[in-house]
């Protein structure tokens, strides 16, 4: 009859038939968990990747928000540093005019003036105070003329004091520095966006 013992060969192939279909599974359940790990790392690595993304675009949008808003400043101060020059050459121009204009009046009113008085006559009088940018004719001081020379006979000689034209020359100069020094005070200021800063006049 048949021998029941086993063999090893048959228990070899019994324990082969036991273990087969547990290592086939282990190697596809192996085989399954690494192509899932890797999935789950590639999965994390493009999330880090979009999030890196938008950090950088983030970064960036907000330096060319910065370079943008910087160069309309450097165009707003161009703008404005050339508008001051330009003011500041028709102030000049307008200052030149202005000392010529001075010049003549000051010729014009020594010459009217005469050697009648020891300093200032009147037409000289409203030429100085003109120039120091006060009104020609103050209305507390009566009117003088030529015709009140006689009063300045009781001064000394004409040859004491200062000439009319040079009491003159220095008020013009005096009053043409005193406008210089305003009109770049309030260049200055314009171009430092000070309140208050007023186009000279």
């Known amino acids: 009859m048949f021998d029941l013992k086993p063999t090893p060969l048959s228990l070899a192939l019994r324990v082969g038939a036991l273990l087969l279909p547990l290592a086939v599974a282990g190697w596809f359940g192996f085989d399954a968990g690494r192509r899932h790990a890797a999935s789950d790392w590639q999965t994390r690595l493009a999330s880090l990747d979009a999030s890196h993304a938008r950090a950088l675009q983030t970064m960036a949008d907000a330096r060319a928000a910065e370079l943008g808003a910087a160069l309309i400043e450097q165009q707003r101060l161009d703008a404005l540093a050339q508008q001051t020059g330009r003011e500041l050459i028709a102030t000049r121009a307008r200052l030149a005019d202005s000392r010529r204009e001075l010049t003549r009046r000051i010729d014009d009113a020594t ?20 120039t120091l940018g ?13 015709g009140h020379a006689a009063q300045a006979g ?16 220095h008020a013009a100069d005096y009053g043409q520095w005193c406008r210089q020094l305003d009109a770049q005070l309030s260049a200055f200021l314009r171009l430092h966006g000070e309140p208050g800063a007023e186009t000279p006049e």
């Not at 006060?134 to 030529?146: G, I, M, N, T």
């Not at 004091?161 to 040079?166: F, I, Q, R, V, Y």
């Open 134 to 146: 006060y009104p020609e004719r103050d209305p507390a001081v009566p009117a003088a003329d030529a």
């Open 111 to 130: 010459r009217h003036d005469g050697d009648r008085f020891t300093g200032l006559g009147p037409d000289s009088l409203r030429v100085y105070r003109a």
């Open 154 to 169: 009781a001064a000394t000689g004409a040859d004491t004091g200062l000439p009319a034209a040079d009491l003159l020359e």
